[in-house]
């Protein structure tokens, strides 16, 4: 029982923390990947400009799940944010660090990340132009996270959309406000 294994090629591979759940590298990336684990600080990846960022797994400062690492990936003038499994709400100084996010990908499942309400007072924060929530109970998932509605229920956002697993994102329409993309 479970989630099938997913299997795809990958230009760059990010790992946020070692957890069992979360670092299948095996099984995500291409013949010629770079993998990126658990970093702090820059790296310059093809044209990719990644920075990774110290987070905790949880309100205590890590005693309890560790350190987990958020990714800034800059393409161009596009800035991506992968906040990993934060536990925590980011200090106001590490919120002016993060800005300006053109898109965010953010845990909403609780349990053992942020909550659906913790994420949507990060997102208000940030002011992302897109977030795409990501670390939710899916049918056959054998973890306890809450699932997707319980944060669409909440979000005062522009739209939800719902895309296919794909999405390709150009700089110049980019939405104004900002929009919940949820990828199937």
């Excluded at 995500?28 to 990719?48: F, N, P």
């Excluded at 942020?114 to 990501?134: G, N, R, S, T, V």
């Excluded at 994102?169 to 993309?181: G, R």
Aim: glycine share 8%; hydrophobic share 40%.
């Amino acid at each position: 029982m479970g989630i099938e294994t997913c299997h795809v090629d990958a230009d760059v591979v990010l790992v946020t923390h070692n957890h069992y759940d979360h670092n299948a590298i095996e099984v995500s990336s291409g013949k010629d990947s770079a993998i990126v684990k658990w970093m702090e600080g820059s790296r310059t990846v093809g044209d990719l400009k990644i920075r990774g960022f110290k987070f905790y797994h949880d309100k205590a400062q890590g005693r309890l799940r560790g350190e987990t690492i958020a990714y800034m990936v800059s393409i161009e003038d596009l800035r991506l944010l992968h906040l990993g499994d934060i536990g925590h709400r980011p200090s106001e100084e590490y919120i002016a660090e993060l800005k300006p996010v053109d898109v965010l990908f953010i845990p909403v499942g609780g349990v053992y990340t942020i909550d659906h309400i913790e994420a949507w007072a990060i997102i208000q924060d940030l002011k992302p132009k897109i977030a795409i929530p990501m670390h939710y109970w899916v049918p056959g998932a054998l973890t306890p996270l809450n699932p997707l509605n319980k944060f669409l229920n909440i979000v005062k956002a522009e739209g939800i959309r719902h895309e296919s697993r794909e999405l390709t994102i150009w700089k110049d329409k980019l939405p104004e406000t900002t929009t919940i993309i949820v990828l199937t």
